[in-house]
């Protein structure tokens, strides 16, 4: 018989990971990009660049 501990997988989420599901869930990357429009040779819209910088600022703290 295996032993339970063995079978049991942890994950640290941290808060980062929290905020960015959220940060999904209400959609502010759509909204944004779609009231600044995106360009066909940009490699990361605005939408993508606030959510990097909302959740590096989160962890600096």
Do not use: F, W, Y
Not at 36 to 55: C, D, F, N, R, W
């Amino acid at each position: 018989m295996k032993p339970i501990a063995s079978s049991i997988r942890v994950q640290d989420l941290d808060h980062c990971g929290i905020v960015a599901g959220i940060i999904d869930q209400i959609g502010i990357v759509e909204q944004i990009n779609q009231e600044l429009g995106t360009h066909p040779q940009e490699k990361l819209s605005a939408g993508v660049a606030v959510k990097a910088m909302i959740i590096n600022g989160l962890g600096v703290i």
